[in-house]
């Protein structure tokens, strides 16, 4: 059984714990920077792939981070990036 819980609400700030048949598996940091993406994140794969006329559309970019004390196994991090990359 997943549950997600927050932990912190900030105005550009929340913290989430997200837990897999009752055990913490991470806790998940989502930024809102309220800006468009930098040049060094345009440098960065995969977003160096894309056309500077598409990045240039984004005017809000979320930073997503997953914090966790081990290594996450494959199908754990999988889930959690698709959880939150939607």
């Known amino acids: 059984m997943i549950s997600v819980d927050r932990k912190l609400r900030l105005r550009d700030l929340e913290i989430f714990r997200f837990l ?7 806790y998940v940091i989502i930024e809102d920077t309220r800006k468009p993406y930098t040049e ?27 914090l966790s004390d081990e290594p996450l196994k494959r199908n754990d991090s999988v889930m959690l990036r698709e959880f939150f990359g939607n």
């Open 20 to 26: 897999k048949d009752n055990v913490v598996l991470a």
């Open 40 to 66: 060094e994140d345009k440098k960065l794969d995969p977003l160096c792939f894309l056309d500077e006329e598409d990045l240039n559309e984004i005017v809000n970019v979320f930073k997503i981070y997953f």
